[in-house]
């Protein structure tokens, strides 16, 4: 019940929102339920909408939110898992054309 977050480029050919195409960059796997916890537990607003079961996306403009609300880590796999997260928001966040993807299993 993990929640992998992926780092995702967007390309478009065109305006239709039909050729919108997906492209997977970079992953931080969460195979040990690691940042499932840390968003179950949060309390905090945007990562209270993780959900172990479906993907939340998140653009350029929610990196700010979503990098206030990363937390300190309570151990080493914790810490590991959020400095993974952290580099691919920081990825994120300069450029317009990635999204972040939240993605439950």
């Known amino acids: ?5 992926v780092l995702k480029r ?17 992953v ?3 195979g040990s339920d690691v940042f499932a916890g840390i968003c179950g537990r949060s309390g905090r607003p945007l990562l209270g909408r993780v959900d172990p079961y479906g993907t939340l996306v998140l653009t350029a403009r929610d990196m700010p ?3 206030a609300e990363r937390g300190g880590a ?14 691919l928001a920081d990825r994120c966040a300069v ?7 939240l993605e439950g299993d």
Not at 80 to 87: C, F, I
């Open 74 to 87: 309570v151990g080493a796999a914790e810490r590991d898992v959020l400095d993974g997260v952290r580099g």
């Open 1 to 5: 019940m993990g929640v992998d977050v």
């Open 28 to 30: 931080v796997p969460d």
């Open 95 to 101: 450029d317009a054309t990635p999204e972040l993807h």
């Open 10 to 26: 967007v390309s478009r050919a065109g305006t239709s929102p039909k050729r919108r195409r997906l492209t997977q960059v970079d």
């Open 65 to 67: 939110h979503f990098d």
